[in-house]
């Protein structure tokens, strides 16, 4: 094969908060789980499915947070995923009843298939673990998982380096866990950087990570080839920046191919739709209308959701395809220009959180399959590639100390510290002191000792998750995001006191290590 113009990095990022509630029948937030896997995860094992079978030579990486495989290989949240699946196949063929000789029968039928493959795919493929999926094609070639920091801690906001550094080297202990092999790469949690976390990465045996544009574009010396090539930090480790213009051609609602007027509208659900009675069985015990995953609108245009028309699943598709040739097009007039500029074969990374494939954009685990295939298939100029075999293939790069930055609003840290969420962290960085205290402490403790460190450490990991900041800042379920912060933060306390105490209870912790059995294999001692 020639060699291309250029290399085309689609990068997705699959991340849910560590949420399991054994303590209740069903949980109101372990939906996001549920939500994900049928519309997003399942999806893209799909089409690994495809590319394997008739020998696509396509490619991408797909970060796998620590939470998310914590989660996906848990006996608890696998069944209760499948009874929420069982439900919504029950209701499904009803519906093929109820909307029969209507203009929403199409798409049901589409809900019904979809619903039998997710079940196929999730029970009989993959044995209720679809972690095992995604290892099964990393190893044949077709995505490159990396990790993530253990609970998609926000790195630059942590005032330890034992904190900094146990989010790194406890993600890449669950990696193996996982996938059997150390994590080449991770996406830092919320892309955020700061100067010196690279080290921590070269320790951990981290080759790359993922950057904002300007966290390369701004660094110091400034690159040579701006964020079209990788470069290495002063560590050694590879960082990749982002392509905004390829980025947001995707991920924007308003210029981007999401806000297609005949893709499926998401704001409207069968859950307000349907009559109450009727809806009700598949709705929560609190019988409170939610969405239930079943939507028979398209987006239509700006107009108000009562005016929604019928979703027509064929157009939809069509709409994909066409927006696959466009993107690829528009790829391939993007690296003849910027090789051209640079003289180099230019690098675009695009990433995107992976959700935004199938959970809210519908069509675009369809856009990506025809997407990759295309490039595939139909032309020469653009390549697919991952980072480990792009360094492989190219293996000098400009040194640059990349400066603080993330993919936040702003580009920085205020989405993560500001007035809503700034209490968190005299906490947070208290019990991160505290944490690397007990570590000093007890070199040499006694099983239950080691039970309660161990613990320690995980609840300290769960209070550290981005996500609860994140949640204040956006104002939805703030109520939650606060509760789950301080019930971590006491938790941890309370077995930070009890161990200097020397009066353990072990029932307490045994309860804890019901509720929040996230990392079984962790080490306290990283924060030593």
């Not at 490619?59 to 947070?65: D, E, I």
């Not at 947001?248 to 704001?267: A, C, L, M, N, T």
């Not at 295939?373 to 991952?386: G, I, M, P």
Request: hydrophobic fraction near 35%.
């Amino acid at each position: 094969m020639a060699e291309p113009l250029g290399y085309l990095m689609m990068m997705f990022h699959a991340h849910l908060p560590f949420v399991r509630h054994p303590e209740h029948e069903e949980f109101l937030e372990e939906d996001w789980l549920y939500e994900a896997i049928t519309e997003t995860y399942l999806p893209l094992l799909n089409m690994l499915e495809g590319f394997e079978r008739d020998r696509v030579n396509a490619c991408f990486t797909m970060s796998l947070t620590p939470p998310l495989c914590e989660m996906l290989a848990d006996k608890l949240l696998q069944d209760r995923y499948l009874a929420r699946l069982g439900r919504l196949q029950e209701l499904m063929e009803k519906e093929i009843k109820r909307t029969e000789g209507g203009p929403f029968n199409a798409a049901a039928h589409q809900y019904r298939n979809h619903f039998k493959l997710c079940r196929e795919l999730f029970e009989q493929k993959w044995g209720k673990n679809i972690v095992q999926g995604f290892r099964h094609y990393q190893e044949k070639g077709f995505v490159e998982v990396i990790t993530c920091c253990a609970t998609h801690g926000f790195l630059p906001l942590m005032v330890t380096e034992s904190g900094v550094r146990a989010q790194i080297q406890i993600a890449c202990a669950n990696y193996r866990k996982h996938f059997g092999r150390n994590p080449r790469g991770i996406w830092l949690a919320e892309c955020a950087y700061a100067p010196g976390v690279d080290r921590f990465l070269r320790e951990a045996g981290i080759e790359f990570f993922f950057m904002d544009t300007h966290g390369v574009a701004f660094g110091s010396p400034r690159p040579r080839y701006g964020n079209f090539r990788p470069i290495f930090t002063p560590s050694g480790v590879a960082a990749f920046a982002r392509d905004a213009e390829s980025s947001k051609q995707v991920w924007s609602s308003e210029e981007g191919y999401p806000g297609d007027i005949d893709y499926r509208e998401f704001y409207r659900d069968l859950g307000y739709d349907g009559e109450y009675s009727y809806i009700k069985p598949y709705l929560h015990r609190d019988g409170v209308r939610r969405n239930i995953g079943v939507k028979y609108h398209r987006i239509t245009g700006k107009v108000p959701l009562s005016d929604k028309q019928a979703y027509t699943p064929e157009w939809a598709t069509r709409k994909a395809d066409t927006h696959a040739a466009n993107f690829l097009f528009n790829r391939q007039h993007q690296m003849r220009w910027l090789k051209n500029v640079i003289g180099a074969e230019p690098v675009i990374v695009s990433p995107y959180d992976a959700e935004l494939f199938g959970h809210w954009w519908s069509e675009g685990p369809q856009f990506l399959n025809f997407m990759m295939r295309k490039t595939a298939f139909d032309q020469e100029e653009v390549q697919l590639s991952t980072p480990p075999r792009f360094l492989e293939k190219h293996r000098r790069h400009q040194v640059v100390e990349p400066c603080g930055s993330s993919w936040g609003d702003k580009g920085y840290y205020e989405v993560w510290l500001n007035g809503s969420n700034d209490w968190i962290y005299r906490h947070l960085h208290a019990s991160e002191l505290r944490m690397h205290e007990l570590a000093h402490r007890f070199p040499y403790p006694n099983p239950l000792q080691e039970r309660a460190l161990k613990q320690a450490a995980r609840e300290l990991l769960l209070a550290q998750s981005s996500d609860w900041a994140f949640i204040m800042t956006t104002g939805t379920m703030v109520a939650y995001a606060e509760k789950r912060t301080r019930d971590h933060l006491h938790r941890f306390n309370g077995l930070y006191l009890q161990l200097l105490e020397n009066r353990v209870e072990e029932p307490w912790v045994g309860e804890l290590e019901w509720k929040d059995n996230i990392f079984e294999e962790v080490d306290y001692r990283v924060y030593g």
